[in-house]
T-cell receptor, first 113, second 115 residues
Framework: GESVGLHLPTLSVQEGDNSIINCAYS??????FIWYKQESGKGPQFIID?????DKRQGQRVTVLLNKTVKHLSLQIAATQPGDSAVYFC????????????FGQGTRLTINP | EAGVAQSPRYKIIEKRQSVAFWCNPI?????LYWYQQILGQGPKLLIQ????????DSQLPKDRFSAERLKGVDSTLKIQPAKLEDSAVYLC?????????????FGNGTRLTVT
């Protein structure tokens, strides 16, 4: 079946640096992905999404890059702040509009002062 | 916009007991989901409703888990009897529709501990 996974379970960065969180997927027919942020004791919160007809999408301090050739996507967080400390999940695939999300294992982002 | 409401926030039971969780989705959201999140893992879909009909329950352990969404609004998830491995956070989510441009909105979950 489909799988979505993250490369690293933990990532530690200095406050103010940029963070890059990676994710790989297995189904080449996947055409929609979502990044979620989960803070301790809370449910996942939508950050940004991307369709397969795009290579890049930008939000506020966040950018998602999609490389369909190697079935890889990444979430870049600019000027990381203490409030960015959380677990980040990529979720997909969504094929032809069907909402069948599979979540990766998550990457815990820790911000060092 | 009020978010997805879940209760209780925490629950501790002994194995073989029963437990029920409640969810009130965002007003107007037709699709409702229950996810199980074991510590250190990503959420795993248990069941998906579209209005009051079940769309996908392929990963629901039907011998002990049941869920309903009466009148297409609130939903309850029940476990009977509970096992130790059911210890997890149970997340409810809702979305306006299914598919593109309709991301899931999650509640803060119910943390279940089975002893």
């Amino acid at each position: 079946g489909e799988s979505v996974g993250l490369h690293l379970p933990t990532l530690s960065v200095q406050e103010g640096d940029n963070s890059i969180i990676n994710c790989a997927y297995s189904n080449s027919a996947s055409d929609y992905f979502i990044w979620y942020k989960q803070e301790s004791g809370k449910g996942p919160q939508f950050i940004i999404d991307i369709r397969s007809n795009m290579d890049k999408r930008q939000g506020q301090r966040v950018t998602v890059l999609l490389n369909k050739t190697v079935k890889h996507l990444s979430l870049q967080i600019a000027a990381t702040q203490p409030g960015d400390s959380a677990v980040y999940f990529c979720a997909g695939p969504i094929i032809q509009g069907a909402q069948k999300l599979v979540f990766g294992q998550g990457t815990r982002l820790t911000i060092n002062p | 916009e009020a978010g997805v409401a879940q209760s209780p926030r925490y629950k501790i039971i002994e194995k073989r007991q029963s437990v029920a969780f409640w969810c009130n989705p965002i007003s107007g959201h037709a699709t409702l989901y229950w996810y199980q999140q074991i510590l250190g893992q990503g959420p795993k879909l248990l069941i998906q409703f579209q209005n009051n009909g079940v769309v996908d329950d392929s990963q629901l352990p039907k011998d002990r888990f049941s869920a309903e969404r009466l009148k297409g609004v609130d939903s309850t998830l029940k476990i009977q009897p509970a096992k130790l491995e059911d210890s997890a956070v149970y997340l409810c989510a809702s979305s306006l529709a299914t598919g593109y441009n309709s991301p899931l909105h999650f509640g803060n979950g119910t943390r279940l501990t089975v002893t």
